[in-house]
């Protein structure tokens, strides 16, 4: 072997080994590409998930509202029902009290009639269809 045949082997193994290191270089540079690719898909998902978890705390907010608007409204179609249970019990008492007055005020008339010196028997007539229909009403109100 001479010094040309040695020079060409070093030169030839130092070409493999450059084009080896290239090659290293490259891969590495790819790697280093996906890696970089990687990492901001990663903080694309990291913002989406903070995104996800501010909307999810408003939305756990507003239903948290909601639940409190619905009880309140509950309470309220409650104190609602007592009162319109007490109404119709006062207005029972108040018919009951004018059927009391009307009938009273029916004998009374009644009794003023047939007491007084010319009979009127169309009067009595009439007052007693009036009291018929005052009953009829009072009692179909209840």
Known sequence: MNYRDGLFFFEESSLFALQGRAQILRSAEDTLAAVQQAEARLLEISA???ELVFQLIRQT???DQLYENA????EMVEKGNI???E???RARDGRKWLLVFLIGVSCSSII???TSLQP????VTFSLIY????????FSAS
């Open 61 to 63: 907010e507003i239903s």
């Open 48 to 50: 989406l998930q903070a």
């Open 120 to 123: 009127r028997p169309l009067t």
């Open 112 to 114: 003023v009639k047939q």
């Open 131 to 138: 009291f018929y229909a005052v009953c009829c009403s009072c």
């Open 83 to 85: 009162q319109l249970r």
């Open 87 to 89: 109404t119709r019990r």
């Open 71 to 74: 009880i309140t409204t509950s």
